[in-house]
C-alpha cells in the first residue's frame, strides 16, 4: 500500500524558514512534486522534481525562495521554504507519480501539513 506522509509545517514569521519532508512508502517514484491549497483557493502547483535527471520546476510565485530535494535512501522529498511571505500560508500537499503542474495528473497524495506564515 502506497503512503505518502508529510511533515514539517507549522507557524513561522514572515521572512523565516520551514524545510517539510515527504516519506513515501510501498514503492518509489521517479516523480514526486509538491502543492498548496489556501482557505477558499484552488489547489496550486508549487514545485516538481524528476528523480532520473534531476530536473526540476517551480511556480513562479515560489521561485528563488523554495527548494525541492529528494533522498532516494531515505524515499523522502523536501522542500526548503525561505523567505516565507503572509501569501505563502497553506495546506503543503506531497504527490507522486507524475512531472507536471497539473494535479490531476498525480495518482498519489499526502494528507497535507499546515503551513502559516504571519505578518
Known amino acids: 500500500q502506497v503512503q505518502l506522509v508529510e511533515s514539517g509545517g507549522g507557524l513561522v514569521q514572515t521572512g523565516g524558514s520551514l524545510r517539510l519532508s515527504c516519506a513515501a512508502s510501498?514503492?518509489?517514484?521517479?516523480?514526486m512534486g509538491w502543492f498548496r491549497q489556501a482557505p477558499g483557493k484552488e489547489r496550486e502547483f508549487v514545485a516538481v522534481?524528476?528523480?532520473?535527471?534531476?530536473?526540476?520546476n517551480y511556480a513562479d510565485s515560489v521561485k528563488g525562495r523554495f527548494a525541492i530535494s529528494r533522498d532516494n535512501a531515505k524515499n523522502t522529498m523536501y522542500l526548503q521554504m525561505n523567505s516565507l511571505k503572509p501569501e505563502d500560508t497553506a495546506v503543503y500537499y506531497c504527490?507522486?507519480?507524475?512531472?507536471?503542474?497539473?494535479?490531476?495528473?498525480?495518482?498519489?497524495w499526502g494528507h497535507g501539513t499546515q503551513v502559516t506564515v504571519s505578518s
Open positions: 522534481h524528476k528523480w532520473s535527471s534531476g530536473v526540476r
Open positions: 510501498g514503492r518509489t517514484f521517479n516523480d
Open positions: 504527490a507522486a507519480g507524475a512531472y507536471s503542474s497539473n494535479c490531476l495528473d498525480y495518482d498519489y
